[in-house]
């Protein structure tokens, strides 16, 4: 049990340590997000298709609540 808990407590070390890099760097991405990310690396996803994703949906989201997007779907 000791193990698993060692276990346990590293990897909250290690992403306490990625989410203080990622807010260094700006990311905007909280520690639910960062571990959903890592997670997803870790199970084979490219990382770098993942940022290309995240950044997409930034643009699309920042898209969406502009007041400027509005006019041009025709609301």
Request: glycine content about 4%; proline content about 3%.
């Amino acid at each position: 049990m000791s193990r698993e808990v060692d276990r346990h407590a590293s990897a909250e070390q290690t992403l306490d340590i990625l989410h203080e890099i990622s807010q260094l760097l700006n990311t905007q991405l909280d520690k639910e997000t960062l571990a959903t990310c890592v997670n997803m690396i870790e199970s084979g996803v490219n990382p770098e298709a993942l940022a290309a994703v995240i950044q997409e949906l930034r643009r699309e989201s920042a898209g969406a609540t502009s007041p400027s997007s509005h006019t041009a779907n025709g609301r």
